[in-house]
């Protein structure tokens, strides 16, 4: 499938960063900062309001999702900071397998990748935003998690290499320079920022 390379986001991102960088919330900064730091000196499933923050800023609070599948979600990334790159596949069907509301299992790979990008931003986030911005192809139409899976994590491998590309690119560092104009005082990782500029990117598209 013929998702947006590393070229044809540079191309995007040259013709229009500035707009782009500038419309970037400063809370979505915050916000990681907080749940990044934290969550190195926390014990995340009794801390209620790291819980709070992360459930309103990745919307895990979904009407769909049982109060199981949060406990259980946050019990799942406690347990993630024992594996040095821990497995998006199992996590997925950890989660795939705790019933919703209905009492159907449901595909939960978002959700998955919020857990270990606030781990790890080497990980990069996957939301309404990112599948814009690469011009993903949905998975709704897929039946069972073996096929769902197989969609997601060649999208998902395609973002890593494609930020990979991207962050050592000499084209880009009007981009990354801006950025650090922009947000003055704010130590992240380069893949970090290059995450929040690819995901308001795709925001700006149509």
Not at 39 to 49: E, F, I
Not at 100 to 128: R, V
Not at 142 to 160: C, D, N, P, T, V
Request: proline share 5%.
């Amino acid at each position: 499938m013929k998702y947006r390379t590393a070229s044809d986001l540079k191309d995007l991102l040259l013709g229009d960063f500035e707009r782009v960088i500038n419309s970037i919330p400063q809370e979505k900064l915050d916000v990681y900062v907080y749940l990044h730091t934290v969550y190195q000196d926390t014990y995340v499933p009794d801390d209620t309001l790291y819980q709070f923050v992360f459930r309103h800023f990745f919307r895990l609070d979904n009407p769909s999702l049982t109060k199981e599948f949060e406990t259980y979600y946050f019990k799942l990334m406690e347990e993630q900071r024992g594996y040095e790159r821990p497995n998006i596949v199992q996590i997925t069907k950890s989660l795939y397998e705790v019933k919703n509301h209905k009492g159907n299992p449901t595909m939960q790979f978002p959700l998955a990748t919020s857990m270990l990008h606030t781990i790890n931003p080497e990980f990069p986030t996957y939301d309404g935003d990112i599948v814009k911005a690469f011009d993903f192809s949905s998975t709704y139409h897929l039946s069972g998690f073996e096929k769902k899976m197989k969609r997601y994590i060649g999208q998902y491998q395609h973002a890593y290499k494609t930020y990979g590309e991207l962050m050592y690119d000499e084209a880009l560092e009007p981009v990354f320079a801006h950025f650090d104009e922009r947000f003055r005082g704010y130590d992240l990782p380069k893949v970090k920022k290059l995450d929040l500029i690819v995901s308001q990117l795709g925001n700006s598209l149509q």
